[in-house]
């Protein structure tokens, strides 16, 4: 890549965090609005988006969920009604005082999530075992007052979804909460390219109000973790707090459970974080929003323009193809797209039309194919599987390079100072443990997995008996 063009890219190994903010501008992702924390998500960075929430849409509703949509604004009396719940967003929710000129007789939340808007809902439309189970989901955008804020990893207003669901039995809700982790990691496995480890929350950071929360995290390129997504098994406890009863086929009232689950905007984050490089994004084909970059080398000389733009039109049956058949320089576009992170770079000119041919450059290996026309379909189509497929392997296996087992507090701090990343060690299950590694060494509990390992038969805190195997990081 030309000096010039990323000379205002910070290199990741000088200061991850300066990269990330640099890329995240450069490749038009977002601009900053006049409101401190938030994002205008500009065109390139709301095509990536729709792509993972269409795909994360069909597999929602392939599992027998409706979309719906709620209030933005609950009403405080409402959301004091589960203690837990409201405790647990207090500090991060905007509060509405006035409307016009007049002050509000009872103030209203900007919602920072809506379990108690879908528990007022389902009070008036539950009644017998034959309403349930109740699947629902709504696309919103919700509020929370961050005092840090970073483009799509922490903002005060930021997209997602957010699924609420009511069942009859405590074990219908269990297989829920499963189910949709479950979706949520194969989304970010299958479509982001990222590997994730799948866990239980421990009870200090759960969901506020959940009985537990199940969670997928992954690990970013400088080895700091962050939470992918989250399904919480809300038990019976807000169904109690709301009086949401169904009559069961022996005409006895009992409570529902329910559960909700949340996936946002912060995947574009992780997305940036784990595949981009000193050039920019590196963007996985299934979630890209052009897979295939047309540029039209010599495009003043005859027949050129008509070549390439012959090109797209055959290649966008099989892929998410544009053309730039701009003024600008070749070289200027091959920066340009490859800062984007379009997955193929497809070059024709004079002598390739001539050859019966292209060059087709992959942005995850930079490596360039001479490809023949004729065998131009099936070598894009393998391409795209291919590049899919490294760019997971690659971050696995810097997962993998970047995960540590230990077995006592001295060797978690050495090698959390020196490597970061995921550190494996047995915990007693002592809150008390937990806070202290997460104040000697800054890391927190990232997940109980649901595979286990015994590294020992002690607690890395303490000399108590080991409960579980724990993965610890520090995280955004």
Not at 453 to 470: F, H, I, R, S, Y
Request: with cysteine.
């Amino acid at each position: 890549m030309a000096k010039e063009f990323v000379k205002d890219i910070t290199s990741m190994e000088e200061d991850f965090a300066q990269w990330y903010t640099d890329v995240v501008k450069k490749a038009d992702l977002v601009d900053y609005s006049s409101v401190r924390g938030s994002m205008i998500i500009r065109p390139y960075g709301y095509a990536l988006w729709e792509n993972v929430r269409d795909a994360l849409d069909k597999r929602i509703k392939e599992t027998g969920h409706q979309n719906v949509y709620m209030p933005l604004f609950i009403p405080e009396s409402l959301l004091q009604k589960e203690k837990d719940h409201i405790e647990g967003f207090a500090p991060e929710v905007a509060w509405v005082t006035h409307g016009g000129s007049e002050e509000l007789t009872e103030r209203l939340v900007v919602r920072p999530t809506s379990e108690v808007l879908f528990c007022e809902h389902y009070k008036n439309i539950i009644h017998s075992y034959r309403d349930l189970p109740k699947l629902y989901n709504q696309w919103a955008n919700v509020v929370r007052w961050e005092k840090t804020t970073r483009p799509f990893l922490r903002t005060l207003e930021f997209l997602w979804q957010e699924g609420h669901t009511a069942h009859a039995t405590d074990e219908d809700a269990h297989e829920e909460t499963t189910r949709m982790l479950d979706v949520y990691a194969e989304i970010c496995e299958k479509v982001l390219a990222i590997p994730v480890v799948k866990g239980q929350k421990t009870e200090k950071e759960k969901f506020a109000g959940a009985k537990f929360t199940y969670t997928i995290e992954s690990l970013m390129h400088d080895g700091k973790a962050l939470q992918t997504a989250t399904s919480h098994h809300l038990g019976d406890g807000f169904a109690k707090s709301f009086g949401i009863q169904y009559t069961d086929k022996e005409g006895k009232l009992q409570y529902v459970h329910q559960t909700s689950w949340g996936f946002t905007t912060r995947v574009i984050g992780a997305l940036i974080m784990v595949h981009g490089d000193n050039r920019g994004l590196v963007i996985p084909p299934k979630a890209a929003p052009t897979q295939v970059m047309i540029v039209p080398i010599a495009q003043h000389k005859e027949g050129v323009l008509d070549y390439a733009y012959g090109l797209k039109g055959e290649l966008s049956k099989l892929a998410r193809v544009d053309i730039d058949a701009s003024d600008k320089k070749p070289g200027w576009k091959f920066n340009e797209y490859e800062m984007k992170g379009i997955p193929l770079r497809l070059e024709v000119g004079p002598k390739d039309i001539e050859n019966k041919q292209v060059v087709l450059v992959r942005r995850d290996t930079a490596e360039k194919i001479v490809v023949a026309t004729d065998q131009l379909h099936e070598t894009i189509e393998q391409l795209l599987e291919d590049i899919q497929q490294n760019l997971y392997d690659k971050a696995l296996q810097l997962r993998e390079e970047k995960t540590k087992s230990v077995t006592n507090l001295e060797s978690f701090k050495e090698k959390l100072e020196a490597e970061g990343g995921f550190i494996k060690s047995m915990w007693c299950g002592d809150q008390a443990c937990e806070d202290r590694i997460k104040e000697e060494t800054g890391a927190t509990s990232r997940c109980i997995p649901f595979e286990q390992e015994e590294l020992t038969t002690t607690c890395v805190c303490c000399d108590k008996g080991a409960k579980q195997m724990v993965y610890w990081a520090k995280a955004y």
